[in-house]
Each structure stands twice: as structure tokens, then as C-alpha cells.
């Protein structure tokens, strides 16, 4: 066998690391993993940098073995409880941090993604007292107390989470998790959000965007084909391209709005007040997003603005949303470069211009690794991919018959 630097070979992973070259850091610990002493604190520390690198399988094989060996060990346990976060099992994931406090009470990760994770299981009760001991643990640390707020926020207490907002954005002025819970709180507060009353309202055009060459033309084939098989309605179905070929007939082609901004920025575009031809109400995905349920639903939903919450901070997610033609022209109006180079992307900039938008109902439309991972829940209408993996990476077997 030869003889190899564990030492230096894991220096050069986390060089690689840093530099965002997750395919040669990945391929650094696949030549050094075999080298590994079983029950050392290098197998354990592989498995937490394959975790970060997003290799779950291999770290969760690393992470397993490191815990036979030193089942006390609760930073084992906080990763086991990250890799069932990002595989939709949230009850083991909440039993993991749970173990690793019961050996640490004072490991503040732990204490924070229990806190997070009762959240995501909806027991909002028990997430408020958890986050509370978190924010006790690391006071002057911000991610607690935006988890917090966020909790506040959704257990419609006000008054508490535009105090712990507050208070966010007097120990970093400018953050925008504040500037959006802020915002939102105060459209909750004012009624200024309204609720869907009717749900027979006229059926929504389809509409998607393919700028540029990251989506090829199969991807909105595959979209209008998801949307036909999911909906008993006679769809309209429009792609806003700068290059239509390879669209399959029945696809209705429309220039870019603005002539095409970068990436998802294209989203605010269709924000405008003159937008023209998409008809008076329009329900927009994102070219990745897996189809599971009908959407007739979605289609006939009676809300000027209606789109996904964000899960994991306050906010929206922009993957899936129905929009009244030129009701929130503001997100278009007040768009510039200089708000696409402050802000993170068009997700947060539609929660500040916007955020008397209404919710999905509950379930809806899901992230996959946080509810679909295993497989969507029953009443999920649309799942949404962010980051690694994408749907054509199949990894889980229900999507190879929902995404063709």
C-alpha cells in the first residue's frame, strides 16, 4: 500500500476548499479516504468536510463508522442531524440534536438546528423555546436571533418579532433578513395581506424564462408536457426566450421583457405594469421545478400575488408564483443595477417591494431536500430544486417518473 500524508493530502482539500473547487476537494478526499484509521479523528473530520462539500452519501458512510467507534461524541450527532435535515427526515434530525445535547448541552449548533427543525416540523411552540435557549447560549451571535424573529413572525406575535427584528438590525445595521421580517411584519400586522376567497377564478397563463444556455430547450419542453399531464385545463403555455429553437409546438414565444437582465434577475421583468400578451393573470416556475400534483388549483387561485414561503429564513421563494398583470409594478419601477449588486438575488428584493404578497397554502409547493428528499408530500403540487442535486440528477426515484 503506499504511503500517503494524511495530513497534507487534507491541506490541500481544504485549499481547494476555500477556493470553490468543490470537484477537485471531493476528488482530493476520494484518493486519502481509504487511508483513514477507523475510529480516528481524521475519519471523522473527512466525513464533516464530504458533508460541507455536499457529498452526503460518503460523509454519512464516514460519520456512521466514526460513530460506533465514539458513540459519546456529539459533534457525530449535530452531523447526523444536518444530513437528515437535507434528506427530509426531520423527526430523526430533531432525536439527533437532542442527542448531541444530552451529551453538550452547550453545543450551540445543536441547540439552534433543534430549534430550526421544530420549526420545519411545525411545532412552532416548542421552536420559540429552543431558539430562546439558543440566543442564550450565543448572544451576540446574528443567526439565532433571526431564527427567532422568524418563529415570532410565523406564530403571528407581532409585537415580539418586530422587537427581535429590531433588535437584529441594531447589532448589524443594514442586514436584510431584518429589513424583510421588518417589512413583513408590518404588512401581517396592517392586514395588508388579503386571502384567497374564490378559487374558481379564471385559469392563469403558464409562464416560464430561458435566457442564455444554462436551460436547454428541453427543459421547457419538459415543463409544458409536466404542466399538460397535471392540469384538466385547456393551458396556455408562454416561454419569454431570446432563443426559441427547439420549442415544441404549442409553446407560445415572447421576446425577453427589458431584452433580458442576468440570471434571476429575468423575474423582475415580469414585474412590469405594461408587460404585454401574458394576459390579465399569469403562474410562473422556474424551469427546474418538479411537477407532482394538478395544478388546476394554482391556475384558478383568486390572489393578486400569491408565492412560496422560504422555509429556512424570512422571506419568499420566487420558484413558483401567480401574479395579477401589473399589480406590484414597484419590484419592475425601483430595479436597478445597483439593487441587482446589493442584494443577493431577486428573492429578497420581491420580499422588500412586496411583502404583503399571500402564501401558498400549506404544502403546496416544497423544497426537495427539506420535504421531498424521500418522497413529496401527498397534497405537493410543485417541488423546487435549489442548488445540488438538480432533478435531472434522478436522485430520488420518484422524480424520474414526475420530471420527463
Request: proline letters at 6%.
Amino acid at each position: 500500500m503506499p504511503k500517503i500524508n494524511l495530513h497534507d493530502e487534507l491541506s490541500r482539500a481544504l485549499r481547494y476548499d476555500e477556493r470553490g473547487e468543490i470537484t477537485e476537494a471531493v476528488a482530493c478526499l476520494d484518493g486519502i479516504v481509504r487511508f483513514l484509521p477507523e475510529g480516528s479523528a481524521y475519519q471523522k473530520f473527512v466525513g464533516q468536510l464530504y458533508q460541507r462539500l455536499g457529498e452526503d452519501e460518503k460523509s454519512l458512510t464516514l460519520i456512521m463508522a466514526a460513530l460506533e467507534q465514539t458513540p459519546n461524541d456529539p459533534d457525530l450527532h449535530l452531523c447526523l442531524g444536518y444530513h437528515n435535515i437535507d434528506n427530509s427526515l426531520l423527526e430523526i434530525a430533531a432525536e439527533n440534536f437532542n442527542a448531541a445535547l444530552r451529551l453538550d448541552p452547550s453545543l450551540k449548533a445543536a441547540q439552534l438546528y433543534l430549534g430550526r427543525t421544530q420549526g420545519f416540523l411545525g411545532d412552532l411552540a416548542n421552536a420559540e423555546k429552543s431558539l430562546i435557549k439558543a440566543v442564550a447560549l450565543d448572544p451576540d451571535e446574528l443567526e439565532p436571533h433571526i431564527q427567532l424573529a422568524h418563529i415570532l413572525l410565523r406564530r403571528n406575535k407581532f409585537d415580539q418579532a418586530r422587537q427581535k427584528f429590531s433588535q437584529v438590525d441594531e447589532m448589524a445595521p443594514g442586514n436584510r433578513m431584518a429589513e424583510i421580517g421588518l417589512k413583513r411584519v408590518n404588512a401581517l400586522s396592517t392586514s395588508l395581506v388579503k386571502t384567497a376567497t374564490n378559487a374558481q377564478a379564471d385559469p392563469a397563463t403558464v409562464a416560464c424564462i430561458k435566457q442564455g444556455t444554462k436551460y436547454g430547450p428541453e427543459y421547457v419542453n419538459r415543463l409544458q408536457s409536466m404542466a399538460r399531464r397535471n392540469s384538466e385545463v385547456d393551458l396556455r403555455f408562454v416561454c419569454f426566450t431570446d432563443d426559441p429553437s427547439g420549442l415544441n409546438d404549442g409553446i407560445e414565444v415572447l421576446p425577453l421583457p427589458d431584452g433580458g437582465f442576468q440570471g434571476w434577475w429575468n423575474k423582475v421583468s415580469l414585474f412590469r405594469d405594461d408587460l404585454a400578451d401574458i394576459g390579465e393573470k399569469f403562474l410562473y416556475f422556474d424551469l427546474d421545478v418538479v411537477l407532482t400534483g394538478n395544478i388546476d388549483q394554482m391556475l384558478r387561485y383568486d390572489s393578486d400575488f400569491a408565492i412560496m414561503d422560504n422555509d429556512y429564513v424570512p422571506g419568499f421563494n420566487t420558484s413558483v408564483f401567480i401574479l395579477k398583470t401589473g399589480s406590484r409594478p414597484d419590484v419592475r419601477a425601483n430595479f436597478s443595477q445597483t439593487i441587482a449588486n446589493e442584494y443577493d438575488g431577486d428573492q429578497d428584493w420581491v420580499a422588500v417591494m412586496a411583502p404583503d404578497a399571500e402564501l401558498w397554502p400549506d404544502m403546496w409547493c416544497v423544497p426537495y431536500r427539506l420535504r421531498a428528499a424521500q418522497k413529496p408530500p401527498t397534497i405537493t403540487k410543485v417541488v423546487v430544486f435549489s442548488g445540488r442535486p438538480n432533478p435531472e440528477d434522478y436522485p430520488s426515484e420518484w422524480i424520474s417518473t414526475s420530471w420527463c
